[in-house]
């Protein structure tokens, strides 16, 4: 009884603690339009108008440098430059420069205040852990070039191998057979699995891991190690990894497939699989998508797509990716993080961007307007060739039209350290209809 009435004020205290976050969150939201009103006066329309004005152009100068090439990409990068300096050189001329900076200011702190208001309690977003015995028998794959050489700067070798890890070093001469290794291991009787190196090969023997049922160990060596990070692990330094040998806890987490081929994190389709196919973009990433995006986003490059999720059908994106749940998508920049892996859902977002319109159609993120998102849990992309290329976990491959993609629940048992950052709480976009609710209800 103790513990419940314990619960119960502890539930009550956090509703009363929104309540006035809420609240404060829409009084910062009246201090800054009283601000502006009251320091801007007659000139507030003309802020507003310059300011909305200058972003327009700006994501129209944007999409103009990325789509068409020659004299016009230069004059857009002009554009793009000397817009806001000329905003800039307005508000300073008309002394409303610390106006425009104490309203940002105070918008900034509305919408911190709004989303711890509306933020999501522990239990929504953190993937539930089980206790469970430290193997006995481990098989770790490592790659020396990963990560710009990972494995050596933090001796993950010598370091698994005193753990009583067997390891197999992908070290050559010439291409390695990791799946004929892994599966070498498991007829051994290895009862855990694991990889030092990129999301690709993360992925590879995170498949016959989830086959055999087994554990999975992923020690973050690889250049950006994204898998990682939605495990909460610590990519600065991957050695903090094999502390889940010996003091580790267990989650499941959702795999995808991709054709019949296992993906941890996401498959892209359009543009950026395109792009990546290039020969040219190891040596040269940037140059190589300045040249190929003007045909790719024009539709003279490149496979036309045809995408289903569901209910929702898109005709000719320039890009499609699907992901091992769903990302935020909660600003303007793209994607964020997956706060969950477990939930046995796709992530579908679409860009279908052929026009300037479009472009500043995206600054309303909604689907007329360019962008299409979806949580599912097939999706598929046909294409008018019989071959499209695909990034699968940054691995750049040619599938077999129609592209089906799947999610199988909780398939992959990952094992983590018990002590490790932890993954960082997901941000909710703020709804002010449900605030105002919360905040005088």
């Known amino acids: 009884m103790a513990h419940e009435h314990a619960k119960h004020e502890s539930v009550a205290d956090t509703d009363v603690r929104r309540r006035w976050l809420a609240r404060a969150a829409f009084a910062a939201v009246f201090a800054a339009v009283v601000v502006l009103v009251v320091f801007a006066g007659l000139k507030t329309f003309i802020v507003l108008i310059a ?44 002394n409303l420069l610390w106006v425009v900076l104490v309203v940002l200011a105070l918008l900034l ?13 522990r239990a929504d977003w953190m993937m539930p852990e089980q206790e469970v015995a430290p193997p006995k028998r481990p098989f770790v794959v490592m790659n020396p070039r990963s990560g710009g050489g990972k494995v050596e700067k933090f001796q993950l070798q010598s370091r698994a191998e005193a753990l009583g890890v067997e390891v197999a070093l992908l070290d050559g001469p010439g291409p390695v057979d990791v799946a004929a290794l892994t599966r070498a291991a498991v007829e051994r009787g290895a009862d855990l699995l694991g990889v030092a190196g990129g999301d690709g090969t993360q992925a590879l023997v995170a498949g016959i891991a989830a086959e055999h049922d087994l554990p999975f160990l992923v020690i973050s060596a690889g250049t950006r190690n994204h898998f990682a990070l939605d495990l909460g692990l610590d990519r600065d330094d991957p050695s903090t990894c094999l502390d889940a040998l010996t003091d580790g806890v267990e989650i499941r987490v959702d795999l995808g497939s991709v054709n019949g081929r296992t993906f941890v994190n996401n498959a892209s389709f359009g543009a950026y699989a395109e792009v990546v196919q290039s020969p040219a973009y190891r040596d040269d990433k940037t140059g190589t998508m300045l040249t190929m995006l003007p045909d790719l986003i024009s539709g003279a490059r490149g496979p036309r797509l045809l995408a289903r999720a569901g209910d929702v059908t898109i005709d000719q994106p320039q890009a499609v990716l699907v992901s091992n749940g769903a990302y935020e998508m909660h600003d303007l920049a793209g994607l964020g993080r997956r706060p969950r892996i477990d939930t046995g859902t796709l992530g579908v977002v679409a860009v279908s ?16 307007h360019g962008l299409t998102q979806h949580i599912g849990v097939e999706a598929i992309v046909e294409a008018d060739q019989p071959e499209i290329p695909v990034g699968v976990d940054g691995e750049a491959l ?44």
């Open 398 to 441: 040619v599938l077999a039209t129609p592209v089906r993609c799947t999610i199988t629940p909780q398939a992959l048992r990952v094992r983590v350290p018990r002590h490790r950052p932890g993954v960082r709480p997901p941000k909710r976009p703020v709804d002010w209809v449900r605030l105002r609710q919360l905040a005088w209800r």
């Open 51 to 94: 300011t909305v004005g200058a972003l327009v152009i700006g994501v129209a100068a944007a999409f103009w440098f990325i789509a068409v090439r020659g004299l016009f990409r230069w004059v857009a990068l002009a554009i793009l430059v000397v817009v806001p300096i000329a905003l800039l050189v307005f508000l300073i001329t008309e």
């Open 109 to 121: 702190l509305a919408g911190v205040l709004a989303r711890a208001a509306l933020g999501r309690d």
């Open 353 to 368: 961007v052929s026009s300037t319109l479009q472009a500043v159609g995206l600054l309303r993120r909604t689907r007329q």
